[in-house]
């Protein structure tokens, strides 16, 4: 339903987003991720019409941003980052505001909102002032007036950041029962928040696409290699990393002393399975192994790898 | 227009709900009634020459104030993010906001017809023509100087700001026929039409020229325009 095709956009001379493409469906919640700064809210300011690309358009069916703007932004709801509300107008009044624009008006808006109200859960607030509403009240009221029009596509920019736990369930929820229907377009650095909520995840970094798929075949394409944890002990730093030499096939990537033994990060193809001769090795120079695990690679590996944000220490990759 | 219309309540509706319009109808009526009526007992004429001097020198520093946070409020806010991506074109939204504006300075301006009303009851041979076109002139005025305002709030998201390049820009149109002296004679011409002073002096003596409303209408419709080229530049940037 929105195909990005070379979207790239440039601030001076700073490339905020580099040609990226990708097109989403129908339906799915796709969740868009990258570090801050990463060129997340740059794209999703461009899909809704705020900002222009550079070069590269966006399609919604048979429109695009660059010629018909104002045929996409009524086919999208969009609650920008940090949710901006007029925080003077009653929240009917803010409902209404935005209904108009719309062009809903009478026996119509009476019912957008009555499901507007229902769906964000809004009973207690709608004729309160919207500054003196709570902070996840405001953001489901952000929520309410994306969705007044009841849109096809709803695309949300950072939609929990500032929320506290039991907003931040109540919001996901909220927006798993939306993706039912809609196409929702979700951005966040917070790693566990996408995974939590979305179908599809989108990894971007320094304005490129670096990844994109369901959590679990990020993590199966990340499965190439195993990471292996060693804790030993009657051995020096310089040996571990001797290591190498006997042991081609391993990748010492940590040594870090804890007291009288040693923990060491290794890496090495899954194809092999070297820890036997890690074994024989270790005995060979009289060293004791307190520890051997193989330790999983989870999303949050993967995301600070390929975003460049990994800490490895003095073997950083 | 309907767009135009939302964004104009919407307006309208902020100015009321805080303390913003009130106090600028209050006091904009006691500015205007205190220095009219110290003159118009003493000179003892039965015109609205005296208001019709006085009304802009209030406007230069009202209307600024009043249109200051018309477009700078939103940037600030950050709210100029949910306009803006709604299907609103700029020129309904700067319309819109324009037009509030100017009906906060039309509702001042109705409340000194309680001056005109005065000078029926006390006031012999009234020229009703030179009240009227008058009252046109100061509208039209007020109308000029909404648009200045709301251009100079369009350039930055500090209100403070939006107000000191508000007065600056309306004062200049305000003083050019004063700086006559200063021209080159070449010049002078063109400065003293670009003035609206000059145009207003026309109307306020009773006379309805088309050019004069051509003058107002033309720099009303040129702010108007580049400030909806400036809300747009925001996709270029």
């Given at each position: 339903m929105i195909q990005i095709d070379n979207l790239s956009k440039n601030y001076g001379d700073v490339?905020?987003?580099?040609s990226i493409s990708f097109s989403l469906s129908d339906g799915e919640i796709v969740g868009f991720l990258g570090a801050n700064g990463a060129g997340k809210s740059t794209t999703l300011k461009m899909i809704t019409g705020y900002i222009s690309p550079t070069s590269g358009n966006v399609h919604i069916g048979d429109k695009n941003i660059i010629d018909d703007c104002i045929d996409i932004q009524k086919m999208v709801g969009y609650l920008p980052e940090l949710n901006p509300l007029y925080a003077e107008m009653k929240v009917h009044e803010y409902l209404k505001f935005h209904a108009s624009i719309r062009e809903i008006s009478g026996n119509e808006f009476t019912e957008a909102l009555k499901r507007v109200v229902r769906e964000c859960s809004l009973q207690g607030v709608v004729h309160r002032t919207i500054g003196n509403c709570s902070k996840g009240y405001k953001q489901r009221i952000g929520l309410a007036a994306a969705m007044i029009h009841d849109p096809k596509i709803l695309i949300l920019d950072?939609?929990?950041?500032?929320?506290d736990p039991n907003q931040i369930v109540e919001i996901r929820s909220l927006i798993k029962r939306l993706g039912r229907e809609k196409l929702v377009l979700m951005s966040s650095h917070i790693l566990q928040e996408i995974q939590a909520t979305v179908d599809r995840i989108i990894i971007i970094d320094n304005g490129k696409i670096v990844a994109d798929g369901t959590s679990d075949e990020l993590i199966s394409d990340a499965q190439g290699m195993t990471q292996l944890y060693l804790e030993i002990s009657n051995t020096e730093e310089n040996s571990i990393q001797d290591m190498k030499a006997t042991l081609p096939e391993l990748n010492v990537k940590k040594v870090s002393k804890n007291g009288e033994n040693f923990n060491v990060q290794l890496e090495y193809a899954s194809?092999?399975?070297?820890r036997k001769e890690i074994f024989n090795h270790a005995v060979a120079n009289s060293w004791v192994i307190t520890e051997m695990r193989v330790t999983e690679k989870n999303l949050e590996d993967i995301f600070r790898n390929l975003t460049g944000k990994i800490d490895n220490g003095a073997t950083n990759e | 227009m309907n767009n135009i219309m939302t964004i104009f309540r919407k307006e309208l509706h902020s100015f009321f709900t805080s303390p913003m319009a009130y106090i600028f109808l209050v006091v904009f009526a006691l500015i205007n009634g205190y220095f009219f009526n110290i003159q118009f007992f003493l000179i003892?004429?039965?015109?609205l020459r005296v208001l019709f001097g006085i009304v802009p020198l209030v406007y230069l520093f009202f209307i600024p104030a009043i249109s200051m946070g018309l477009i700078s409020r939103e940037k600030s806010l950050g709210t100029i993010e949910i306009i803006s991506t709604m299907p609103i074109l700029e020129r309904d939204i700067v319309i819109g906001k324009y037009l509030a504006g100017f009906v906060l300075i039309i509702l001042g301006l109705a409340a000194t017809l309680i001056h005109y009303l005065t000078l029926c009851y006390v006031?012999?041979?009234?020229?009703h023509g030179a009240v009227f076109t008058g009252y046109i002139g100061l509208a039209l005025l007020g109308g000029v100087y909404t648009a200045v305002s709301l251009f100079a709030s369009s350039l930055t998201d500090n209100q403070v700001i939006a107000f000191i390049i508000g007065i600056a820009i309306v004062l200049l149109f305000f003083m050019m026929d004063k700086l006559l002296f200063f021209m080159p004679s070449s010049m002078s011409g063109v400065v003293q039409f670009l003035s609206t002073d000059f145009h207003l002096s026309n109307m306020s003596r009773g006379v309805l020229d088309t050019r004069n409303l051509i003058y107002f209408a033309s720099v009303i419709g040129f702010f108007l325009s580049i400030t909806t080229r400036i809300l747009e530049s925001r996709k270029w940037t």
């Open positions: 490339q905020a987003v580099d950072e939609p929990v950041t500032g929320l194809s092999a399975d070297p | 003892n004429e039965s015109d006031g012999t041979s009234i020229d």
